[in-house]
């Protein structure tokens, strides 16, 4: 039997999530009074997520996709290895082994592999290894230890399973195919909570080569299974004693020394590797490169995110500028979010105080699972002067910009979309005379029913009215609706004041957008979360006369160059730019904004007027259309 705890732990969703599907009727009780669930069913359940058999939970927002999530396609590509992993993670759902005999009998078949026991079977383990015949006593330290803190290796009751690892893993020479395994088989909650994705060989390989030559010591606090490490043991300069690492998950900490050893064939010493959190480590020892891909964060964190930093990749950013050598260098593997969040303030101005920027790297969608843009910020220890360019590779395109510009940036933001030449057409338009909708507006947040399915209709019922998503709006206007809502406050979860929604005139916009797309609306109507509502107070502007701006190509251009964010932020939109009017713009632009309210299609001669407001070239332009 299983509690609602160990279910959730299981399925990989949050208790609520477990509830909810248990009143729905997705998952059955062995009581319909109780939260206790029979093992076998929920094993079963979690085949048929993983199998896709269950796509309407998987493809739901809240819930944690575990389709793909045991199989990280981007870690490692071997479609062979691929598909013996595949095998050996439906083994184990099925099963009560612990990852950590998994991974430990797949540990000693890679041994074999590499030639450093002679011989392996399952009776070498049932006589505690003392048959076996080492190539190496540190593999056999290594290996040993590994097998003591398992305490137990259930062979008699599993050993079907163990065989079946043995006989189906096949590692590749020189890839970390045991990291492949150990995160497959790691279910996506607990890496969910930990904030762990192992860094790809490509990534971890680019990120140490940009300093080859330059050092002598490497340190990856949060190693993993040691692909930073493995990266840099490529480097004839650097030995296993120049490479250090540091996790706290003590099976990782097994597989990178253990990789580290295959490497490093001649070697017969334990690698620098230890099972602590970096953290919390103390030791002052310092190094001439820090390169990791930190946890982002992770919940388990513990009182120390009540400081000044409130995510966990930030605290690893600041414990590592403290044990960096003069003139070191350090390599993040980072959320995109770092470079523009409010939240992330604090670390962006450490940065800026202590450190030259050297490189901001785009590497796009990097982990299965996790939609969040990647990029590589790659620092060295020193106070940058006034000339020093920070360069910004964006695929096949790479510009330098002033480091000293993120300085006047609001919360230091790192706005890495805009070239030199973007950057001064940006100042040139925040130079005309402007207001901003900071305090000349009012705000307000569309409804989060608490569940869509009880509170939404598809047709028009006594008492409902229709209800705007952010599907519903394109510039301008709003789309016909598609769905209908009876408006009881009491009843959502979440729902900003009436007066809001019931305003003679609003603009309601796409929360979730990397543009301002905003529509008019003066019929009172209800929006959901993913449509929320502005109400420009503006002197001397009408509603219109903001719309228009807000929905123009310069807004669009400086939105994507300044923000670079796939949601539309109440605090960026307090940042734009809407100059001071004569009355005779403020009626083009009004008699412009109506005609497209009213289902014209063509905004060129909107956006004229406002390259006219704002004395923006014919080159400036081709800018922004550009963009």
């Not at 919360?411 to 040139?428: R, W």
């Not at 300044?562 to 001071?580: A, E, N, R, S």
Request: hydrophobic share 40%; net charge positive.
């Amino acid at each position: 039997m299983l509690n609602i705890q160990q279910t959730s732990e299981i399925i990989g969703v949050s208790v609520a999530t477990i509830r909810n599907w248990v009143k729905s009727g997705v998952l059955l009780p062995i009581r319909p009074d109780t939260y206790i669930f029979n093992k076998k069913n929920i094993q079963d359940f979690v085949l048929q997520l993983s199998n896709g058999s269950k796509n309407k939970l998987t493809s739901r927002a809240n819930k944690i996709a575990l389709k793909g999530s045991f199989v990280p396609l981007e870690y490692f590509a071997d479609k062979e290895s691929q598909k013996a992993i595949k095998t050996i993670a439906g083994e184990f759902l099925k099963s009560s082994l612990a990852v950590e005999t998994v991974m430990f009998v797949a540990a000693l078949k890679t041994l074999v592999v590499y030639k450093e026991i002679k011989e392996f079977s399952l009776k070498d383990i049932k006589s505690d290894f003392k048959t076996l015949v080492w190539r190496r006593n540190a593999v056999k330290n290594l290996m040993t230890d590994w097998y003591n803190l398992l305490k137990r290796c259930p062979v008699k009751d599993a050993e079907p399973l163990i065989k079946k690892v043995f006989e189906s893993f096949s590692p590749v020479l020189n890839e970390d195919c045991l990291g492949f395994l150990y995160q497959s088989l790691k279910c996506a909650s607990d890496k969910h909570k930990k904030g762990s994705y192992y860094t790809p060989k490509n990534v971890s390989q680019n990120a140490v080569c940009a300093f080859e030559g330059q050092i002598r010591t490497i340190l990856d606090p949060c190693c993993g299974t040691g692909n930073f490490l493995l990266s840099a043991a490529q480097y004839k300069s650097l030995s296993l004693k120049s490479l250090y690492g540091i996790d706290c998950d003590r099976v990782a900490v097994f597989v990178a020394s253990l990789n580290l050893l295959l490497h490093f064939k001649q070697e017969d010493s334990a690698p620098n590797i230890i099972c602590a959190d970096a953290l919390e480590f103390s030791d002052s020892v310092n190094f001439d490169l820090i390169a990791t891909n930190p946890p982002w964060g992770a919940r388990s964190i513990k009182s120390i995110l009540k400081q000044t930093y409130k995510d966990s990749f930030s605290l690893f950013i600041e414990k590592s500028l403290r044990h960096i050598n003069k003139n070191g260098f350090l390599s993040f593997v980072l959320p995109e979010s770092f470079l523009n969040i409010a939240g992330h303030k604090h670390i962006r101005a450490l940065i800026l105080e202590k450190t030259k920027i050297l490189r901001i790297v785009n590497l796009g969608k990097m982990f299965t699972g996790v939609f969040t843009s990647v990029i590589r910020l790659d620092l060295q220890e020193g106070v940058c002067d006034n000339a020093h360019k920070v360069a910004i590779c964006n695929g096949t395109e790479t510009f330098k910009v002033l480091q000293n510009r993120f300085l006047n940036n609001k919360n230091f933001v790192f706005d890495v979309n805009a070239n030199e030449t973007e950057q001064k057409l940006i100042e040139k338009i925040y130079a005309k005379n402007h207001l901003t909708l900071k305090n000349n507006a009012e705000w307000a947040l569309g409804i989060v029913t608490g569940n869509n399915e009880i509170h939404l209709k598809t047709s028009q019922e006594n008492g409902f009215e229709a209800v705007y998503k952010g599907v519903d709006i394109e510039p301008f206007r709003l789309k016909q609706n598609t769905s209908y809502i009876k408006f009881e406050p009491k009843k959502f979860q979440q729902c900003a004041s009436e007066k809001y929604y019931r305003a003679k005139e609003k603009l309601i916009y796409k929360f979730i957008s990397n543009k301002p797309v905003f529509a008019y609306d003066n019929t009172g109507a209800v929006t959901l979360n993913s449509a929320n509502i502005l109400i420009p107070k503006l002197p001397g502007y009408s509603v219109k006369t903001a719309l228009g701006f807000l929905n123009s190509a310069v807004f669009r251009f400086l939105f994507v160059k300044k923000f670079m964010t796939h949601k539309v932020l109440k605090g960026d939109l307090q940042q734009l730019p809407f100059p001071i009017l004569s009355k005779g713009d403020i009626r083009k632009i009004e008699t412009e904004t109506e005609r497209l309210i009213n289902g014209a299609k063509d905004q060129s001669k909107l956006d004229e007027i406002v390259f006219e407001v704002f004395e923006i070239s014919e080159e400036e332009q081709k800018l922004i259309y550009f963009c």
